[in-house]
């Protein structure tokens, strides 16, 4: 390559990296904004709304993922449903809170007949109907479900005052700077490749900064916030920020992994430098059922 071809490269690579850290501060602030008007309001609606966007459309783009092997989900029933879930679950929380989730299991119930109608009413002769109604499932399952943990962590009524909207900040906050690490990381001194056949940009360095990262932000935000007193500072941060970081990375590998198997590079466009929602939220997905396994463990 000649000078002036490595000098554009560069210049290149460095304003995509101007711009992943511009989006993602936005990002970032607005993130604390749903969460300032949690702690301000004492509700938990703003939360409770963002998670319905974001589990509406990281089922969208799964369903997209899926129309690029020539299946065909219910694509707007399935997003549609993996949004409405957590007003299910804020009803349950609102209305019986700590007696069960009568609202969510019915809900859930619901759905599954209603695809199974549709099934019947619109694709009886689809030679891929099984196909079909398979990955319409694994979205709901996928985004939904592996999703409700974070809402649940966020909404437990077991836990003390203001407790479930810190450790929802200490959970993303855990995953998220792993990601940010691991990116700087990888990019700085990052030369074994950890995954080739799955994501050959994820090196073995990357990978052990962005774990260090997680234990480290856990490690000072835990002793840090008074309405986690409750819990073992110490062990709990260090089991928290190992479990969350090895899990988001793994996560983020299973997405790598669908898009792989469709040839594509993300799961959407509606973030620039970032892709889709599902490139956002994908080590949330693998490590919020942990998270709150953990809290559980630990309480």
Sequence with gaps: MSRKGATALAEGTGKATLLRVGYGLGMILGLAGVFLLDFLSGKNVASTLALVATG??????????????????????????GGLLFVAQWLDAEIAPGEGMPVTVAFCLGVLFLLALL??????????????????IFGLFYVGFLLSFTFQLRNDPDLPGTAGLWLTLL??????????AAFFTGSLVGKRRLAPPIS???????SLGGLLASIGFALLFCPAIP???????VPFAL???????????????????????????????????????????????????AAWFLVLLFR
Excluded at 65 to 78: D, I, M, Q, S
Excluded at 171 to 180: A, E, Y
Excluded at 227 to 233: G, I, K, S, V
Aim: aromatic share 8%; proline share 4%; glycine share 14%.
């Design 119 to 136: 099934a019947l009413l619109r694709r009886a002769g689809r030679a891929t109907v099984i196909e079909d109604l398979s990955v319409t």
């Design 200 to 206: 050959p940009n994820k090196t073995l360095e990357g």
């Design 239 to 289: 089991a928290f920020g190992v479990t969350v970081g090895v899990l988001s990375q793994t996560g983020d590998l299973f997405e790598s992994l669908l898009k792989r198997s469709v040839h594509a590079k993300d799961s959407g466009a509606l973030v620039p430098e970032f892709g889709g929602v599902l490139d956002l939220i994908d080590g949330l997905l693998f490590s919020g059922p």
């Design 56 to 81: 509406g459309l990281g089922c969208w783009e799964v369903y997209a993922l899926c129309e690029r092997k020539g299946l065909r989900p219910w694509k707007v029933t399935g997003a549609a449903a």
């Design 171 to 180: 959970f993303l906050g855990t995953s998220k700077i792993g990601d940010i």
């Design 227 to 233: 309405a986690l007193r409750f819990l073992p500072a």
